[in-house]
């Protein structure tokens, strides 16, 4: 009800607006109803389907009811529209007719009359039925009437214009209804009315917009009307439309400018260019600043106050929007925008004004967002603010400048002129902001009040800039802002508070290698230091600067010359050394060695040449250049021959070191390339591959921490070595560019001697390059004398004399008169002297070594030790002998192998003739040489006395040539019963064919072995007879074969074994015989092998008879008779044989041993091949076992019987084998 | 029309960098550098939003008083910033973005060279020549 008395003033909070609606007829019965209307019809929203194709929404409306007045009318072209009444609704209560002719009609007439006057459309009339008054009133018409009547005579065809409330207080379904359908029927005619007025509305701004090239057209004019417009919106709470509205005044304007700047000027803005004369900032905290408005509205705002104003209204609805980082990043925008318009327009601004009016606004922006945010919101959206809060502090910073806050002796007069128009500027406070103590007005006022306030302003921002910078990880703009806190803390001649900032920065700029930043923050950093006293630092930072190619040549002189002068100014001070890593003096390229491969032996010289090249945009001169040496003894000896050293170096003797790429060392890329190596690791018996594999070389350089700080710009990393070994150049002058050092040394101790560290030393400064890489070293060796002993021929011989080389490598060892070599020997072997002694010196140019050769004559004599090995066929036997031989220079004395081969193999075999048994030995000559022999002599060592061997040899000497055998043989006789085994010792003299005349006797060759069984016990007789009545035996017709087998002794030692049995003192022993034919000339018919139980008793003979039949014609050979003992079976013996003998057994048979009875000479094999097995089909079980008699137990009277065998007569084809 | 053209490596280093007015050449490494910051943000925060959309310009990373700056990031990570006077407000985005993929067609050109080591500066007379007819479209 309360109604705006007048539209001027327009006291315009838009929150409190609502749209107008007018209330005629009867106020009383409004009144009554006004509550439960002004509450229901904000209840339920209503979609508004909007024009120019813009998305309809759903509103909720309230409005804001007067009391019809015609004033409240619009008039023609008036364009105001928060004023403007949207509805006009006539209320009454009229039941009677009487009543409604007398007075409501007339009321209504005029009512619509006004209404058409102003062509308002919008009305609405309403009826209010009560039932309280019709039960009064009895004689009232039927009330549809007056409804009827109303419609009748005002809604001519809109009959829903008139519209029944019907019992509004009461609490009934049917006021419900009345009361929906009436609300209903409200909104829907508010929103035509909203859509009808501000469609006409927009037309007609849009109308007025393109008029805007016109003359007379005023920006401030059109601004009032979008922002009416604007306002409307905002009252429907559609602030988006709202905000669309100053956006795009805002274009228009911001379009106007750059027009302007182009040259294209609107004679409306020239208004805007007037000199600014305020800068009191932004004023967000009232939701419409007036005072701006009415300065824009009268024409008379300045561009910053239009902009204000325009961007408060922004702010207020973005926030109602929710979106308040919006408003931060537009603020910035509106800042930096405002400050180029100022410049397009060339408005003129004091100096520091606009500074003020954007410290003040963005301050009022920050806190503005702050007051409508909690901590947790501001501090997740640091990102957004952050900027608002550097360009408040670059703008306090250059304010500070502006007025001479931030030199050491504060403002000066001018300043403080300064300073006071500025704050003129300001004004006075605003009250709105006038209780708040951190408003930025007072911040700003103090700021400017005082040095030490503007101090504790300047770093509380500063600060808070950093750290939030920091806390979202934007790490750059940090050390940017800690640059400029540098200089301020430079300014203020505190150097210690600025030194971290640059370091800070510095670290950064260094760690992504941008190169201008680099040198810019040490050339203040280089100020800083020398203010704090920091000698060693700053003479770095200036070596740094001196070396940097961004500076220009008088810069990089003054640094240079800097540390001369320090140089030669402390040269009184000594034993202070300041250290400083050489690579930003001078740079080392390349070194070479002379001689080239960097070995030299003790005594010699080596130069090492190295080119540096100065950074120095001046020659310098420098006292010294060493070069520390590293020595070490190598531990393997090996490695200091000559022979592996002038093997493995490199040839050229040049290396070059990596140079840094000076000016961009990005430390990422830095990382020396890997180097990689094949490696294979062979088993060391057979140079098999065990192993294969790649090894990096330099994983030590790869793999080590990244320094979290370069050591760069620290000198803690620079240790000078104090080492014995150093190599020194003196009095160098370093030109700019490349310069040439030589080194020269006489080299001492041998070793390995890598150069560690290059240290250049200018006055009491020392650069040192603390590492050579890659590692460089040469090296002296000295090498140790060394005695070979090699046989003059392929190999040695034993039992003659041959002669040996003596090689002595004297190495280092100078040989002296009456120095000599002792010789111990083993006293196998002789040594052998020449009456004259002789040595010849032999010496070779390249390594200092002495050659001398004596001739020994050496001899061994091999009896005994060799082994003779039995697969050896052609192999000779070796035997080892050992000499220790004592060199004068080592206190140890030299044990050299030397191997003899034994020239001779022997063999022995005992041969039988019925009961006669002879013994032959045959000696192989196995070597290249002849020999004679001489004196064969068999003897048995225990001097049997009942055996005699009577020898049936030649005469000696014999010669045995190279490759050949010679045979002796003995006849073995004797009286007694024999014993089972001989022992025998074959020795006989041998020396070389062409040897000639020989001053020693030589000890003869021997042989021993031992003969067994030797004695014969069975006589094996096998004879062939024809068939009875033919002379000659015929191909396929049976013949017999008589077998007999004589004992031809009685009871001897040999014969007590297994297989003899004993019955009443008479003895027998089993034996087995078989008849084999191997040749295959005979059928053996029936059986052909049985057991026989023999008497052991002299001459007793058993026969056997079997038939056989010649499968070929001619003289056949008898098929062998072959006699084994017949072993029982011996539960305890076969237990013992475990399966493993069983099957190692396995493989034997009988044939098999029968085999190698022939030519099995010697006795004490025959013992080993003892037990043979019987068949593989009897494993397991318990089975008698047979045994091979002793060859020399056995004569076989008929071996090499041959029988005539006649072709059969029938036959046609003629077989005939001949043998 | 661009005031300041780099390019900058995935590790961060200066690549190449050519400003207009050389006697501030310091402001621009200073203002190139800092607005690292803000591509390594959008690169991130684009790293699991965009990485499909293949959209390589970042926009306008900072604004200042006077001057605007703007990145654009290769697939690789190499990063193009270009400095840009405020008062030239002709300049829109997509001018930019033509621009942009100007200097990236130029700068695969540089890297297709097989005596250019990836990592090095870049010292091609071509890619010069190009970031020389942006820088002098201003006036």
Known sequence: MDAPEAPLPPVIYTMENKPIVTCAGDQNLFTSIYPTLSQQLPREPMEWRRSYGRAPKMIHLESNFVQFKEELLPKDGNKALLTFPFLHIYWTECCDTEVYKATVKDDLTKWQNVLKAHSSVDWLIVVVENDAKKKNKTNILPRTSIVDKIRNDFCNKQSDRCVVLSDPLKDSSRTQESWNAFLTKLRTSLLMSFTKNLGKFEDDMRTLREKRTEPGWSFCDYFMVQEELAFVFEMLQQFEDALVQYDELDALFSQYVVNFGAGDGANWLTFFCQPVKSWNGLILRKPIDMEKRELIQRQEATLLDLRSYLFSRQCTLLLFLQRPWEVAQRALELLHGCVQELKLLEVSVPPGALDCWVFLSCLEVLQRIEGCCDRAQIDSNIAHTVGLWSYATEKLKSLGYLCGLVSEKGPNSEDLNRIVDLLAGLGAERPETANTAQSPYKKLKEALSSVEAFEKHYLDLSHAAIEMHTSIGRLRSAKFVGKDLAEFYMRKKSPQKAEVYLQGALKNYLAEGWALPITHTRKQLAECQKHLGQTENYLQTSSLLASDHHLTEDERKHFCREILSFASRQTDSPGQKIVLPLHCFAQLRDLHFTPSNAVVHVGGVLSVEITLCSQMPMPVHVEQVAINVHFSIEKNNYRKTAEWLTKHKTSNGTINFPTETSPLPVPQNNLPALELYEMFERSPSDNSLNTTGIICKNVHMLLRRQESSTSLETSSGVALEDGAHVLKCSGVTLEPGANRITFRTQAREPGTYTLRQLCASVGPVRFVLPHLYPPVQYDVYSQEPQLRVEPLADSLLAGIPQKVKFTVTTGHYTVKNGDSLQLSNAEAMLILCHAENRAVIYSNTRAPVTGGESSVLGMTESHGKHKDTQKAGQCMATTDHKVSIDCPWSIYSTVIALTFSVPFRTTHSLLSAGTRKYIQVCVQNLSELDFELSDGHLVDPDSNADLRLVPLNAKSPQHIHSKQSVFFVWELKWTREPPPSLRCRFSVGSSPASGGRLSIPLKPYTYEFRVENFFTLYNVRAEILPPSGTEHCRTGSLCSLEVSITRLSDLLEVDKDEALTESDEYFSTKLMYEVVDNSSNWAVCGKSSGVISMPVAARATHRVHMEVMPLFAGYLPLPDVRLFKYLPHHSAHSSQLDADSWIESDGLSVDKHVDEQPDGGGGGRCRGSAHLASGGEHRGLPMPRLQALPPGQVFNASVGTQVLVIPSKDDHVLEVSVT | ?139
Not at chain 2, 68 to 94: I, P, Q
């Open chain 2, 1 to 139: 029309m661009a005031v300041c053209v780099a390019v900058i490596a995935k590790e961060n280093y200066p690549l190449y960098i050519r400003s207009a007015p050389t006697e501030n050449e310091l402001k621009f490494h200073y203002m190139v550098h800092t607005s690292l910051d803000v591509v390594d943000e959008k690169i991130s925060a684009m790293g699991k939003a965009l990485v499909d959309q293949r959209e390589l310009y970042l926009g306008l990373l900072y604004p200042t008083e006077d001057y605007k700056v703007y990145g654009y990031v290769t697939n690789s990570k190499v990063k193009f910033v270009m400095v840009v006077d405020s008062s030239n407000t002709a300049l829109r985005d997509n001018e930019i973005r033509s621009m942009f993929r100007k200097l990236h067609n130029s700068y695969t050109d540089v890297m297709c060279n097989p005596f250019y080591n990836p990592g090095d500066r870049i010292q091609s007379r071509a890619f010069d020549s190009t970031v020389t007819s942006m820088m002098i479209q201003v006036c």
